[in-house]
C-alpha cells in the first residue's frame, strides 16, 4: 500500500513534536517560556478544524507528552517492580496511551463548543477553562488522580506564580491557557485587537504585582529541623541483612543533631512493621529524644493485627508523639482500582504490589514546640486537598517520600517541582525528606532554599520559622474555582446560543 503525503500529515508530526516540546517547560528542563508558546499551537491546530481532526491532533499532542514526560514509569515497572522488559514496555505504553485520551478530549470539546462562536475573547476563555476542567478530573479524581504535567507547574519560577496563592495551581495553569489564546487571537490582527492585547497585559501586570505580596506571616520563635536522607538502594532495602545496617545508621545520624528541634526520616526509613521494631529499637530512640527535647519523625509500614490492614505510616517520637497514616492512596502501587481486571493483568505479568488501606481525611496534626505541622506521605503532597482542611492549625508541611522507584530519571525533579506549589498555595514552609532525593526546604514563596544532592547520604540541618494566616487560595480550595468556572462556561456558552 502506497502512503501519500497530505497536508494532514504535518500537523500530525508537529502535534507529536509540540507535546515533547511541553515537557521541556517542566523541571528538570524548566522552559516555563515554552509553555505560553506550546499551549498556543495548541490552540490554533486544534480551532479551526472539524473535532474529530481536533481530537486525534490532541491525542497525538497528548503522546507527545505523556510519553516524553512520564517515560519514567518504565524504571519502576522494570527496575524495581520485578517485570519482564515486555511487561514494562507494555504497561508503559498503555500507561501513555490512556492518559494522552486527555489532551484529546480536550481538543475535541474545545473545538466542538467554540464551533459558532466568533468573539475572540470567548473562544480564548472556553480554551482556557476546558482544559483546566479536564485536568482537574484527572488530576483529582480519576484513579484516585493523576496530577502530572498540568502546567500550571510550569510557571512557578515565571510572573504567573503571583496567582498560586490566590487561584492555586489550576488557577495560574489557567491563565497561562488564556494567555495563550488570547495571543494566538492578536497575532491573527493585530491592528484589530488592542482590547486583546490589553486583557492580555492586565493577566500579566496583575500577576507581577501579586508576586510582591506575603500573605502569611511569621510565628514568634523559629525551629531548627534535620532531614536524613539515608540513601538506601530501593533493591536491597528489605534484604534482612541490609535492614539491621539501616536501622543502625538511622540512629547513629540522628544521634549526631540532638541540637535540631525536629528530625525527620522519609517515608518507610524502617523497613519493618512498626510492632516488629517496637522494643528494641522504637522505645529507645524515643527516650532518646525525649531526653534532649527532640521530636523524631520517622516512616514505617504498619499493620492492624486485629483487622489485618496495613498502613503507609509517619510516627513522632520523643518530646511529642502523634502518627498519620497516609490517606491519599497510590493506585496500582498501594491499592488495585478496577478490580479484578487490574489484579488479574498485573499477576500474569508478574508484578506483585502492596495493599494499603487508607488512613482517614481528618487526623490529629502532629507538635513541635507548640507548633502543629501538616503530615503527607509520598505523591500526597501533589494534592491541594490533602493541606487545606489542616489550616490554618497548621504552621508548616512536612513530606516524606521515596522516589528511589523511579531511579535516575526526571520524576524526581518533577516531583519537587509539584511540591513547590504546596508551600506556595498556602504560604508556609515545606519540610521534604526523601530517600534518594530531593530532599529540600520550600519557603512559603516556593523557592528551595535549601536542598540535598541526589543519591547520597547526607543530612540537611536548616533554621525557618513556621507561619500563621491564610492565603486566598487556602479560603477558597479548588473546588469553588472549579464551580465557578462550570458557572462561567455554562453562561458563556448559554448566552452565545441564546443570540
Known amino acids: 500500500m502506497r502512503i501519500t503525503l497530505t497536508s494532514e500529515w504535518p500537523w500530525h508530526i508537529f502535534s507529536l513534536i509540540a507535546g515533547c516540546l511541553l515537557t521541556l517547560a517542566f523541571a528538570p528542563f524548566e522552559l516555563g517560556y515554552l509553555a505560553l508558546l506550546v499551549i498556543a499551537f495548541a490552540y490554533f491546530s486544534w480551532k479551526d478544524v472539524t473535532p474529530g481532526r481536533a481530537f486525534l491532533r490532541g491525542y497525538l499532542f497528548g503522546l507527545g507528552l505523556f510519553g516524553s514526560g512520564v517515560s519514567w514509569v518504565y524504571v519502576s515497572i522494570h527496575d524495581y517492580g520485578g517485570s519482564s522488559v515486555f511487561g514494562a514496555l507494555l504497561l508503559t505504553g498503555a500507561f501513555v496511551c490512556f492518559w494522552a485520551l486527555f489532551p484529546a478530549l480536550t481538543a475535541w470539546l474545545f473545538n466542538h463548543l467554540t464551533q459558532k462562536i466568533a468573539v475572540p475573547v470567548l473562544v480564548s476563555l472556553i480554551f482556557a477553562i476546558v482544559w483546566i476542567m479536564i485536568e ?107 535492614r539491621v545496617k539501616t536501622l543502625r545508621r538511622y540512629r547513629e545520624l540522628t544521634q549526631q543533631h540532638a541540637e535540631s528541634d525536629l528530625i525527620i526520616w522519609p517515608e518507610t526509613a524502617i523497613p519493618a512493621y512498626q510492632s516488629q521494631v517496637e522494643d528494641f529499637y522504637l522505645r529507645p530512640l524515643a527516650e532518646w529524644a525525649k531526653q534532649n527535647q527532640v521530636t523524631l519523625v520517622a516512616g514505617l509500614p504498619d499493620r492492624n493485627l486485629k483487622t489485618g ?156 520559622t513556621p507561619r500563621t494566616g491564610m492565603t486566598p487560595f487556602a479560603n477558597i480550595g479548588n ?21
Open 136 to 242: 482537574y478530573f484527572r488530576g483529582e479524581w480519576l484513579l484516585n488522580g493523576f496530577p502530572w504535567l498540568q502546567v500550571g507547574y510550569s510557571q512557578l519560577d515565571g510572573p504567573l506564580a503571583g496567582f498560586v496563592p490566590v487561584f492555586g495551581s489550576y488557577g495560574a495553569g489557567g491563565l497561562l491557557l488564556l494567555s495563550a489564546g488570547l495571543v494566538v487571537e492578536i497575532m491573527r490582527d493585530m491592528r484589530k485587537q488592542s482590547l486583546l492585547l490589553g486583557f492580555l497585559l492586565f493577566i500579566w501586570i496583575n500577576a507581577l504585582v501579586l508576586r510582591q505580596f506575603d500573605w502569611t506571616h511569621e510565628a514568634a520563635r523559629s525551629l531548627t529541623v534535620s532531614l536524613i536522607q539515608g540513601n538506601i538502594p530501593q533493591d536491597k532495602k528489605w534484604q534482612s541483612d541490609v
Open 479 to 499: 473546588e469553588k474555582i472549579m464551580i465557578a468556572l462550570t458557572l462561567i462556561l455554562g453562561f458563556v456558552i448559554g448566552m452565545q446560543r441564546l443570540r
Open 309 to 464: 490492614q496495613n498502613y503507609n505510616k509517619l510516627i513522632a517520637l520523643g518530646e511529642n508523639s502523634g502518627a498519620y497514616n497516609k490517606n491519599h492512596l497510590l493506585p496500582f502501587g498501594e491499592y488495585l482500582p478496577l478490580q479484578p481486571l487490574s489484579g488479574w493483568v498485573l499477576d500474569a505479568l508478574g508484578l506483585h504490589l502492596g495493599k494499603f488501606s487508607p488512613g482517614g481525611r481528618l487526623q490529629p496534626l502532629i507538635q513541635v514546640k507548640g507548633y502543629p505541622f501538616a503530615s503527607s506521605i509520598c505523591y500526597e503532597d501533589a494534592f491541594a486537598s490533602v493541606f487545606l482542611p489542616t489550616l490554618p492549625a497548621a504552621t508548616f508541611l512536612v513530606n516524606v517520600t521515596n522516589d528511589a522507584w523511579f531511579g535516575h530519571s526526571i520524576e524526581a525533579q518533577q516531583h519537587m517541582q509539584i511540591a513547590r506549589a504546596r508551600a506556595l498555595e498556602t504560604g508556609r514552609y515545606l519540610l521534604r525528606v526523601t530517600n534518594t532525593g530531593i530532599t529540600g526546604v520550600v519557603a512559603p514563596n516556593g523557592k528551595i532554599v535549601a536542598q540535598l544532592p541526589v543519591f547520597k547520604e547526607a543530612v540537611l540541618t536548616q533554621r525557618f
